[in-house]
């Protein structure tokens, strides 16, 4: 029996790791092929391989994402080596943690270049693609600290809310080509990116203090989210952010 996404092709963005590797396993699982969009080519290899191992399509492509000629010949890339682009998934983010007041400019600038600007380039390098099949599917992830307000994650913070402003008007503008676009605001999940704090076992009992579900989320749970909006199943929901906190924050 064919899997929901069989025969799509799914991009998925920062995808060396952490979230992106449940979401990459889900969306193969499901049926699509897989291409594995990082920075490192090294850590997209490594997912890409893990895809194909588990018996489906999978490439691996390096690209910086807050680049437009790398993300342009990214998703040529893609096209060519996949036959298609059906979903894009963009992932990639960059999270520094420092009081505000010690942001220097490059560092802001940086991390909207990566986490705003580089969703921004992704959606209209794969544009196209999609609007001459006549459908598609862009999912966004913010994350629920913009719905909280986060200490000393101002440009983090700031670039995920930018998110759900670009997931709203990007879901008018494309609506009409048969595009949906959607965005999902994971809480905090055991990732590399949770390195940053300092005392792993006190955030972690306080991440559960938080929830209503008393488990730690997992890359795989995201993946199921992911795959669901990536399908015909989510066919009349666009312009939405969906949260996936375990009952954190319920809005």
Known sequence: MAGPLEGRVAI???????LAEGICARLASDGAAIAAVDVSRERAERVADLVKAAGAGAMAVEADISDRRSVEAMAAEVARGLGRVDILVNNAAIYPRRAWTEIEEEEWDRVMAVNLKGYFLCARAVYPLMKEQGRGNIVNVASITFFIGWTLLLDYVSSKGGIVGFTRTLAREVGPDGINVNAIAPGAFPTDAEKIHPDQEGYNRWVLEQQ?????GTPEDVGNLVSFLASDASSFITGQTIGIDGGWMMR
């Open 12 to 18: 998925v963005t920062g995808g060396g790791g952490g």
């Open 212 to 216: 209503s579900i008393k488990r730690r």
